[in-house]
């Protein structure tokens, strides 16, 4: 079944890069996203990835995919405090409605 | 354009009463979707709703959920004869179609504590 697996907290010095993954096992993924959600808060799109790319920028956020493992990261460039916060990965096939989240990974930024 | 809203954003019921969760789309959206979240876990889909139709309730349990998306008015999720296991965070999204990205917008969620 499909399946979607992340670590469950990160811990990192403000100022350092944070790298937050997940690995999926739908090989049929077509679309691939980031959320954030801050305590008691719902849902932000942070950024999403086409799986016929490797690598998406934007701005702090640099998101690579290997699509023959199956993994998905996340890198956040100067990690500041108002990072923190639970990310979640999510995968979609192509002609499906069903987004399939990973468990989230509490990333917590150290003064 | 106000983002998806859901009210109550905090419900808390006794066990045997019902929980009424409602969700209104992003303005010109016409797909809902339902995910609860439990604690420490990710969220999970429950249900598809076009107006007036249920196109998928695949993740609703079988008892006691229901979901609505009337031609007017927001979609209602019920919960009848809560129990404590419903207690968790209730996730709204819409979208206007699926779309080639079909990305759907979340909204803040309904947080339902069962007492």
């Known amino acids: 079944g499909e399946d979607v697996e992340q670590s469950l907290f990160l811990s990192v010095r403000e100022g350092d890069s944070s790298v937050i993954n997940c690995t999926y096992t739908?090989?049929?993924?077509?679309?691939l996203y980031w959320y954030k959600q801050e305590p008691g808060a719902g849902l932000q799109l942070l950024t999403y990835?086409?799986?016929?790319?490797d690598m998406k920028q934007d701005q702090r956020l640099t998101v690579l995919l290997n699509k023959k493992d199956k993994h998905l990261s996340l890198r956040i460039a100067d990690t500041q405090t108002g990072d923190s916060a639970i990310y979640f990965c999510?995968?979609?096939?192509?002609?499906?409605?069903?987004?399939?989240f990973g468990t989230g990974t509490r990333l917590k930024v150290l003064a | 354009n106000a983002g998806v809203m859901q009210n109550p954003r905090h419900l808390v019921r006794r066990r045997g009463q019902e929980a009424r969760l409602r969700c209104s789309p992003m303005?010109?959206?016409?797909?809902v979707y339902w995910y609860r979240q439990l604690p420490e876990e990710g969220l999970k889909f429950m249900v598809y709703?076009?107006?007036?139709?249920?196109?998928?309730e695949s993740g609703m349990p079988k008892e006691r959920f229901s979901a609505e998306f009337p031609k007017e008015g927001p979609s209602i999720l019920r919960i009848q004869q809560v129990v404590r296991g419903d207690s968790a965070a209730y996730f709204c999204a819409s979208s206007p179609g699926q779309g080639a990205l079909g990305e759907q917008y979340f909204g803040p969620g309904t947080r339902l504590t069962v007492t």
């Open positions: 709703l076009q107006k007036e139709n249920i196109i998928d």
């Open positions: 999510a995968e979609k096939g192509s002609g499906t409605y069903k987004y399939i």
């Open positions: 303005k010109g959206h016409s797909h």
């Open positions: 739908d090989s049929s993924s077509t679309y």
């Open positions: 990835i086409f799986s016929n790319m």
